[in-house]
T-cell receptor
């Protein structure tokens, strides 16, 4: 079983749609959680950290459910520029080592 | 401000040749990470350094791979001899202290093709 699992998609949605991505992780001792964004043939960049209380950054909302070992990302009012691969990331229990999911591809259509 | 710098951006080589990838982390960052990304395996951590010292090299695939960080502003990842299955994008990243909550900043990557 992979340490971080995501549905690879692709998710094809029209502009303005709301889309949600989910991710599960296997190590209950994981401490920190993130969503990274990776554009085609570019490097990953931090989109947002994920906190237990849930957090929002503009059109983006991230949630963490430690009991279910589940992380989500909600994008409201999708823009063409949101088209990218979204990587779910957790850290190991005692280190800063990042463990990446395979990513979920989002394609926003006009 | 300059981000993480990697060179070369593209490398094409023949099987059996030595390949050296280079990385300059963001100034002031104390942790440096080498990753490899392939379609099959996604993004995997190969090794990371804290204050120039290797902390975890459990992701280094085999003895053909080696990494060094002689000073705070430079690191190399060497593959000798290279094999076609080493073809991938290699990313270097740095963070302030390596703490779990630190943001890691990635370089643009080196796209390696081994023929």
């Amino acid at each position: 079983r992979k340490e971080v699992e995501q549905d690879p998609g692709p998710f094809n949605v029209p502009e303005g749609a709301t889309v949600a991505f989910n991710c599960t992780y296997s190590n209950s001792a994981s401490q920190s959680f993130f969503w990274y964004r990776q554009d085609c043939r570019k490097e990953p960049k931090l989109l947002m950290s994920v906190y237990s209380s849930g957090n929002e950054d503009g059109r983006f909302t991230a949630q963490l459910n430690r009991a279910s070992q589940y992380i989500s990302l909600l994008i409201r009012d999708s823009k063409l520029s949101d088209s990218a691969t979204y990587l779910c990331v957790v850290t190991g229990p005692n280190t800063g080592k990042l463990i990446f999911g395979q990513g979920t591809t989002l394609q926003v259509k006009p | 401000d300059a981000g993480v710098i990697q060179s070369p951006r593209h490398e094409v080589t023949e099987m059996g040749q030595e390949v050296t990838l280079r990385c300059k982390p963001i100034s002031g960052h104390n942790s440096l990470f080498w990753y490899r990304q392939t379609m099959m395996r996604g993004l995997e951590l190969l090794i990371y350094f804290n204050n120039n010292v290797p902390i975890d090299d459990s992701g280094m695939p085999e003895d053909r791979f080696s990494a060094k960080m002689p000073n705070a502003s430079f690191s190399t990842l060497k593959i000798q001899p290279s094999e076609p299955r080493d073809s991938a994008v290699y990313f270097c990243a740095s963070s302030l202290s390596g703490a779990r909550s630190d943001t890691q900043y990635f370089g643009p990557g080196t796209r390696l093709t081994v023929l």
